[in-house]
T-cell receptor, first 110, second 114 residues
Framework: QQQVKQSPQSLIVQKGGISIINCAYENTAFDYFPWYQQFPGKGPALLIAIRPDVSEKKEGRFTISFNKSAKQFSLHIMDSQPGDSATYFCFGGGYNKLIFGAGTRLAVHP | DGGITQSPKYLFRKEGQNVTLSCEQNLNHDAMYWYRQDPGQGLRLIYYSQIVNDFQKGDIAEGYSVSREKKESFPLTVTSAQKNPTAFYLC?????????????FGDGTRLSIL
C-alpha cells in the first residue's frame, strides 16, 4: 500500500496555542518523513523532516513525533502564530516512492 | 540565489490545444519532478526525471508529456488528451534521485481552460 493519510483536513487554533497535525502511512519501505508548508499562490517549502531512526525532532517551535511501530508521525507547532496560517503537507518517501498527504489548512486566530 | 523558476504564472488553454509549462533550476540538482495540485487533494506526481534524457511516469501521467534534454530544464506539456487540465502545477527538484531527499519547489503555474 502506498497511501499517506493526513488529518485533520482543517484546523483552527488560537494564537499561542498548540497545533497538531497527524499522518499515518502504510508502506514500511518509507524512510523519510518531511513536513512541507505552503502559503497561497506559492510552492511548498520544507519545514522539518525526520528519518525513522529517531522518535522526535525539534526545530524551534516545530516538532515531529514519530512512532515507527504504529506507522504514524505528527507535526506539533508550539505557540502558534497568525503567520503560521498555511497548508501543511506530510510526505512519505523511499528510494522510488513519493507520496504526499492530502494537506491540512491551518488558521491561527489572533 | 539558487532556486526553481516556473513560467508562466498563469496559463489558459483552448480546447484541443497543447500547452507547455516551463521549469528551470539552477541548484545543480539531478532529479526533477512535476506535480499536480487540486483543491482538497495533496500533490500528485505526474512525471519525474532522475538524470538527463531519462524520465519515468508518476501516478497520473496520462495526457501529459515531458522532456529532459538539459540538467537545468524539465518542461511539461499538457496535451489535448488531458480532459481535465485545470489545476495548479508544481515543479520540484532534489539533489539526488529518490523519495528520501528533500525537494525544492517552484511557485507554480495555474492552468485554466478558456
Amino acid at each position: 500500500q502506498q497511501q499517506v493519510k493526513q488529518s485533520p483536513q482543517s484546523l483552527i487554533v488560537q494564537k499561542g496555542g498548540i497545533s497538531i497535525i497527524n499522518c499515518a502511512y502504510e508502506n514500511t519501505a518509507f524512510d523519510y518523513f518531511p513536513w512541507y508548508q505552503q502559503f497561497p499562490g506559492k510552492g511548498p517549502a520544507l519545514l522539518i523532516a525526520i528519518r525513522p531512526d529517531v522518535s522526535e525532532k525539534k526545530e524551534g517551535r516545530f516538532t515531529i513525533s514519530f512512532n515507527k511501530s504504529a506507522k504514524q508521525f505528527s507535526l506539533h507547532i508550539m505557540d502558534s502564530q497568525p503567520g503560521d496560517s498555511a497548508t501543511y503537507f506530510c510526505f512519505g518517501g523511499g528510494y522510488n516512492k513519493l507520496i504526499f498527504g492530502a494537506g491540512t489548512r491551518l488558521a491561527v486566530h489572533p | 540565489d539558487g532556486g526553481i523558476t516556473q513560467s508562466p504564472k498563469y496559463l489558459f488553454r483552448k480546447e484541443g490545444q497543447n500547452v507547455t509549462l516551463s521549469c528551470e533550476q539552477n541548484l545543480n540538482h539531478d532529479a526533477m519532478y512535476w506535480y499536480r495540485q487540486d483543491p482538497g487533494q495533496g500533490l500528485r506526481l505526474i512525471y519525474y526525471s532522475q538524470i538527463v534524457n531519462d524520465f519515468q511516469k508518476g501516478d497520473i501521467a496520462e495526457g501529459y508529456s515531458v522532456s529532459r534534454e538539459k540538467k537545468e530544464s524539465f518542461p511539461l506539456t499538457v496535451t489535448s488528451a488531458q480532459k481535465n487540465p485545470t489545476a495548479f502545477y508544481l515543479c520540484a527538484s532534489s539533489k539526488a534521485r529518490g523519495g528520501d531527499q528533500p525537494q525544492h519547489f517552484g511557485d507554480g503555474t495555474r492552468l485554466s481552460i478558456l
